[in-house]
């Protein structure tokens, strides 16, 4: 049982799943403007929310796993699911986010964590960091789009702060691996990229994946952050927020030698991901050839 199967992240575990044999059923929310992206492929498709344990509970009933990929912010309605339906095994997708010194962003993400451990289930964790890879990210996607027109592109502060995205079938093989492996139960793992980079240096790799120039040009993080939060007191739309500013200062780079021990986990890096994404934007038309 797959929950976030029209996500990025889900409809990689979703593929990696199928391609290995796997018998699939899907929740999907009742109301959900993505459940086409299902469409031809061989998978069960069941209405529930997740934040209904009772709906959840008949949707899992007869499955041997639940892979939780819709956010592990839902893990209470999740995990009383899981054990209503008699499943044992749970594979919950969280965040690299669970890291940040911020807690708007770490918070949700350890306290759904907190429940997931402390059920009696057999149960794993992953953590993936920015997820890439199509015109469904919600990141190098719009980046990728934005060098595409523009020659210039702002950076906040020196851009020396690390990234570490993961490509979307690197993850799934990971989550994968997560779920059949019987080491990686009752283990929590973080799934990054190969390595981490500055923030500069991304911007300059998925310029060069285009073939595109781009001059970077470098704006003072704490007068930008002073008047971002400016703008919020007043109510003004705004492209970002403060507080995103302030988590540029954050270092978003994790070791992974538990995943490879466990799991064989051996993501590409983002020289090569990038690519491919840049690939398939031009398929699609969203960047020039």
């Known amino acids: 049982m797959l929950t976030g199967a029209t996500s990025l992240p889900g409809l990689a575990l979703l593929e990696a799943l199928l391609r290995s044999g796997h018998d699939v059923r899907c929740v999907v929310r009742p109301e959900s403007p993505n459940a086409g992206r299902l469409a031809g492929h061989d998978v069960a498709i069941l209405r529930a929310d997740v934040l209904d344990p009772g709906a959840l509970s008949r949707a899992f009933a007869g499955v041997e796993a639940v892979a939780h990929v819709a956010g592990v912010e839902y893990a209470p309605a999740v995990v009383e699911a899981v054990r209503r339906a008699g499943v044992e095994r749970l594979l919950a997708v969280s965040s690299t986010s669970a890291h940040s010194a911020y807690p708007s962003r770490s918070r949700p993400k350890r306290e759904g964590e907190r429940v997931v451990r402390e059920s009696d289930l057999a149960w794993t964790i992953v953590r993936p960091t920015m997820v890439y890879g199509t015109e469904l990210d919600r990141n190098m996607h719009f980046l990728l789009r934005f060098l595409d027109r523009s020659p210039v592109f702002p950076v906040f502060g020196g851009g020396e702060n690390l990234w570490q995205p993961v490509y979307h079938e690197d993850l799934a093989r990971g989550m994968l691996a997560a ?29 060069r994946a285009l073939g595109r120039k781009v001059h970077l040009v470098h704006l003072p993080l704490e007068p930008a952050r002073r008047a971002l939060a400016l703008a919020e007191r007043a109510g003004l739309p705004l492209p970002v927020k403060s507080e995103q500013v302030m988590r540029l200062r954050e270092d978003k780079a994790y070791p992974y030698e538990a995943a490879r021990r466990d799991l064989g986990y051996a993501p590409r890096t983002f020289e090569e991901g990038i690519a491919l994404e840049a690939e398939r934007l031009r398929e699609v038309g969203l960047v020039r050839r």
Do not use: C, I, K, S
């Open 179 to 207: 779920l059949e492996r019987d080491a990686a139960v009752g283990r929590t793992y973080d799934l990054p990229g190969r390595r981490p980079l500055a923030y500069r240096d991304l911007v300059l790799a998925a310029a």
